[in-house]
């Protein structure tokens, strides 16, 4: 089993809509992060939480919103999706003491 | 803004030679950097991880640091088809983002059989 769990894999959905994407991980790790990936403009970081307390905007934060309701668990929200966050988003997770970060198979979104 | 520069290639080599991939960052103070390997549509595996100035080895994989240039490489000695795929280098953080990593957008290496 994965040791960092993305749900869903993949999402098709229409604009204005409200979308949940969760991660939920094994490791015991206790920071978590979500990227979005696109073409050309590589892995940006929009959410960090360093525990479940401890949530912290990253470089494209503007139209998403995240909740950390456990250790283990981090989940990003898209509002009221538009087509330009159609992307690649993956969740990853690190560990206190070390700037390594390990990364759940990703979840594509598509929004039309 | 911190900024980590890489080569987008695409980098082709012939089966069994080096691979040679290069990284520049902006952050002089970032202690910890990282290459990972992505295949198209798969998540970000991390390969190497160097925090030290000079080389570190780990099978085919030896990874060079130079933070006085501000310079990561990741060398690929007898490159195999399976090694095609795009390499993100990626640099943590100086201070308190040190948990906190920067991505290049990747260079694409191609290895031909």
């Known amino acids: 089993d994965a040791d960092v769990t993305q749900t869903p894999r993949n999402r098709i959905t229409k604009t204005g809509k409200r979308i949940m994407l969760e991660c939920s991980q094994t490791?015991?790790?206790?920071?978590m992060y979500w990227y979005r990936q696109d073409p050309g403009l590589g892995l940006r970081l929009i959410y960090y939480?360093?525990?479940?307390?401890?949530?912290n905007k990253g470089e494209i934060s503007d139209g998403y919103s995240v909740s950390r309701q456990a250790q283990a668990k981090f989940s990003l929200s898209l509002e009221s999706a538009i087509p330009n966050q159609t992307a690649l988003y993956f969740c990853?997770?690190?560990?206190?003491?070390?700037?390594?970060?390990?990364f759940g198979d990703g979840t594509r979104l598509s929004i039309l | 803004q911190k900024e980590v520069e890489q080569n987008s290639g695409p980098l082709s080599v012939p089966e069994g030679a080096i691979a040679s991939l290069n990284c520049t960052y902006s952050?002089?103070?970032?202690?910890?950097f990282f290459w990972y390997r992505q295949y198209s549509g798969k998540s970000p595996e991390l390969i190497m991880s160097?925090?030290?100035?000079g080389d570190k080895e780990d099978g085919r994989f030896t990874a060079q640091l130079n933070k006085a240039s501000q310079y990561v490489s990741l060398l690929i000695r007898d490159s195999q088809p399976s090694d095609s795929a795009t390499y993100l280098c990626?640099?943590?953080?100086?201070?308190?983002?040190?948990?906190?990593?920067?991505f290049g957008k990747g260079t694409k290496l191609s290895v031909i059989p």
């Open positions: 990626a640099v943590n953080h100086s201070g308190a983002g040190s948990y906190q990593l920067t």
């Open positions: 490791k015991g790790h206790d920071r």
């Open positions: 952050d002089r103070g970032s202690q910890s």
């Open positions: 990853a997770t690190g560990t206190r003491g070390i700037a390594t970060q390990h």
């Open positions: 939480s360093f525990d479940v307390k401890d949530i």
């Open positions: 160097i925090y030290s100035n």
